[in-house]
């Protein structure tokens, strides 16, 4: 294909300059894990509650000033907060020693907005605007603690990435075995119920 003037081939470079160095600000705003609520560091019951909303997107590097968590008791919400942003490289960074497994993920922003100055036994709206949400942003709701003497509580929890033994067909993890072994039971880790 020939073009036969200086100006349109310097129109095209053009085009194909702001297209290429746009391309990556558009592939990272895929957000990789919805918004998701997690008590953070609560501590003891204060005079007020807190709560913390957190997000994973596949940008090498976090925009916080791009999102915008909004919250409040109804949907017009009516209070804001922006996020902190952090990157997280090959999911098991806080440990350089770890190997990385071929599947990691590679560098990725892990996102998160506390929210504070909350009423107990309360539920409250909120949504999580940004690149990669929704049109209208994120919305759910949650219901802050009660404060009480009696409670419940679940722990979960996963075995991350571990590396394939080497030369197991079907790939077969290292540490799989071990960590079920490490497990037990439940019935053991029951405690008896107190009633008053």
Known sequence: MQ????RTQATILVFLALFFSLAPFAAGENVTYKPYIQPG???PFGAEDQIVIAWKTDEASPNQSAFTVEFGKSVSYGQSVKPQGRVVDN???ADPALPVPPTASGPHSNYA???KGLDYNTTYFYRVIGPGMPNGGFTASFRTRKRSDEFSFLVQGDEGFF???AN??????ADEARIVHLMKPAAGALAPLLTR
């Open 113 to 115: 907005a506390v929210i």
């Open 91 to 93: 999911y098991l960074s």
């Open 163 to 165: 590396p394939a033994e």
């Open 168 to 173: 197991s067909n079907p790939p077969r993890l």
């Open 41 to 43: 560091d609560n501590g």
């Open 3 to 6: 073009f036969n003037s200086h």
